[in-house]
T-cell receptor, first 113, second 113 residues
Framework: SQTIHQWPATLVQPVGSPLSLECTVE??????LYWYRQAAGRGLQLLFY??????ISSEVPQNLSASRPQDRQFILSSKKLLLSDSGFYLC????????????FGPGTRLLVL | GDSVTQMEGPVTLSEEAFLTINCTYT??????LFWYVQYPGEGLQLLLK?????DKGSNKGFEATYRKETTSFHLEKGSVQVSDSAVYFC????????????FGKGTTLSVSS
């Protein structure tokens, strides 16, 4: 069966510091991968999605970036965090083609102080 | 563009009460529709889905019917339990390869005994 992992589970970072959140998927090949953010009092916002290694589409311009160095690894990064980057970050995967159901990881709660 | 509108919460019910959470959508073509649930401190879990008009998704006593004529996908449960307390998200995905989910803002349900 497929599983999706995210780490760390919780992170507290100062403004201006770098960020690296990791997501890995097991039990499937060539998945579509997604990064969403859930800010307090707001819904989920798609940040990035990837249909293959090295292929990243950005939905919202901001100081975040994403990379997919391996087939089942998706990384969310920032060089300098802003207060507004605080939120709950969720990674999701779907079978190749993206027409299938998306399955979410446990999330990373980020607090920028 | 495509969008999802959910009733605003919080919704507060007593155990065994009937639940309805309204969801309407705007989309071109025939999107797939989903309900996800987020329990406190956790990621999102797929609750149910429907991929074409008049389909009924069901799971754990929850049901939702894809109504093309009213562009709705309301979530219902006949008798809620305290363990149903969570945030519920309605979402759509356009039927194009690689398309990510578009979420409503979520509805918080609180059930008391």
């Amino acid at each position: 069966s497929q599983t999706i992992h995210q780490w760390p589970a919780t992170l507290v970072q100062p403004v201006g510091s770098p960020l690296s959140l990791e997501c890995t998927v097991e039990g499937t090949s060539n998945p579509n991968l997604y990064w969403y953010r859930q800010a307090a009092g707001r819904g989920l916002q798609l940040l990035f999605y990837s249909v293959g290694i090295g292929q990243i589409s950005s939905e919202v311009p901001q100081n975040l970036s994403a990379s997919r160095p391996q087939d089942r690894q998706f990384i969310l990064s920032s060089k300098k965090l802003l207060l507004s980057d605080s939120g709950f970050y969720l990674c999701a995967w779907a079978a190749t083609g993206g027409r299938e159901t998306q399955y979410f990881g446990p999330g990373t709660r980020l607090l920028v102080l | 563009g495509d969008s999802v509108t959910q009733m605003e919460g919080p919704v507060t019910l007593s155990e065994e009460a009937f639940l309805t959470i309204n969801c309407t959508y705007t989309a071109t073509g025939y999107p797939s529709l989903f309900w996800y649930v987020q329990y406190p401190g956790e990621g999102l879990q797929l609750l149910l889905k429907a991929t074409k008009a008049d389909d009924k998704g069901s799971n754990k006593g929850f049901e939702a019917t894809y109504r093309k004529e009213t562009t709705s996908f309301h979530l219902e449960k006949g008798s809620v339990q305290v363990s149903d307390s969570a945030v519920y998200f309605c979402a759509l995905r356009a039927n194009q390869a690689g398309t990510a989910l578009i979420f409503g803002k979520g509805t918080t349900l609180s059930v008391s005994s």
